[in-house]
């Protein structure tokens, strides 16, 4: 098997970033970006200068204003967002043809054989690809380069504290990353981390170490082709084809732990309509909807709740999730991420009901016209009330 050259780019403070693109003037100053206005406003995005002022991810904007008059609080302007997301993924391309665009800030990129096509090296090249963006788009990116995903988004995550750019070599996997926490490996959810851990395998190094057998007796295929992840061969490819998904996922990590209920409740709504806003672009229905919370120390809450009838409206589904959240939040527990999945998607099809009624999928009309109005205006025009 032909050994890959993978990366991960991921958008520095991507949304303070995009602000301070159409307002040079943002730069070096405490800045946040909060959803909603006025004092119901919440912070869902930092600088590193206002980090060092305390700022925390998820607070309200009145106390904010309260206790640092001086930061600089900015409405989210989701439609500029995604307009200069997408000039940073026309930049990659023009590097790699094998892009898949994993989120609004983050893409993994094949690199396999650029070295020779550019005459450089990996590193070199990453390097290269870095510098654009931030001339052209004035957008900072890090950069985690190895040789298969998994290796390449805990490189990405190092590379935040390593000037942008951090190369985990398949020689010296170990060796670079073999003392980190099974925890933070993406894929290795709560109850997965505790059997590990009461098996004695805390740390990457002891997970590579494990035997085939007993790794899936323990975690079945997906242990197998995570520890091959993580022994630097590439399981999953970058997928630059668009298929139709087997489900579909929305998440994102926030800048730091929060325990405001109305801050999850918004990310919870955008990660709703982006959703389902896919699902509906496959002429696809959901099945089955899940709100996917992590904590502060990594556990993980998933509630799960079926429609009547599969559907792709943006109103149903997100007062499904609404109400799973209601049932998994817990006051006081600080949470890392919240996401959303939908899940026994079907397209173009019938459901048996029973015997004897056959019911067609519940395909939402208003949401159809919500996307075209994005289309036509941008996305986000229209916001959805909590």
């Known amino acids: ?18 602000e301070r693109v159409d307002n040079p003037d943002l730069q070096d100053k405490p800045v946040c970006v909060m959803t909603g206005s006025g004092n119901k406003g919440v912070i869902i995005s930092r600088s590193k200068e206002a980090k060092l002022c305390g700022i925390k991810m998820g607070a309200p904007y009145f106390q904010v204003q309260k206790t640092h008059p001086r930061v600089i609080c900015i409405p989210a302007h989701h439609q500029r967002y995604r307009a200069i997301s997408g000039k940073v993924m026309s930049i990659i391309k023009t590097f790699s043809p094998d892009v898949e665009e994993f989120s609004i800030d983050e893409s993994y990129l094949d690199l396999t054989g650029l070295n020779k096509v550019y005459k450089t090296t990996y590193t070199d090249l990453i390097t290269k690809i870095r510098q654009t963006v931030l001339e052209e788009v004035n957008v900072p990116v890090s950069i985690g380069l190895s040789s298969s995903k998994t290796l390449a988004k805990l490189a990405s995550d190092k590379a935040k504290n390593t000037n942008g750019i951090f190369v985990i070599r398949p020689d010296k996997i170990v060796q670079t990353i073999g003392n ?24 990457i190094k002891d997970f590579v170490a494990q035997d085939n057998t007993w790794l899936k007796k323990i975690l079945g295929m997906h242990g197998l082709n995570l520890k091959m992840e993580l022994s630097g061969i590439a399981v999953s490819p970058v997928d630059s084809h668009q298929q139709s998904p087997q489900s579909i996922q929305d998440t994102k990590s926030f800048e730091d732990f929060t325990d405001n209920l109305q801050f999850l409740q918004v990310q919870l709504g955008y990660h709703v309509h982006h959703a389902a806003q896919k699902l509906r672009k496959w002429n696809g229905f959901c099945g089955e909807v899940g709100v996917i919370l992590r904590t502060k120390d990594f556990n993980t809450i998933a509630l799960y709740a079926k429609p009547e009838n599969a559907t792709n409206s943006d109103f149903l589904l997100r007062d499904m999730a609404y109400k799973l959240l209601n049932q998994a ?7 890392r991420s919240i996401g959303i999945e939908l899940r026994k998607l079907s397209y173009n099809e019938e459901i048996q009901q029973s015997l004897f009624e056959t019911l067609k999928h519940d395909d939402d009309k208003l ?12 996305k986000d025009v229209v916001k959805l009330g909590l």
Do not use: H, W
């Open 1 to 18: 098997m032909k050994q890959r050259v993978i990366g991960l780019i991921d958008c520095d403070s991507f949304f303070v970033s995009c």
């Open 180 to 203: 980190i926490s099974i925890d933070d490996v993406c894929g290795i959810g709560n109850q997965s981390a505790k059997n590990l851990k009461f098996n004695g395998v805390f740390t």
């Open 329 to 335: 939040y817990r006051p006081k527990l600080l949470y």
């Open 367 to 378: 949401s159809r016209i919500l996307d075209n109005l994005e289309e036509k205006f941008g």
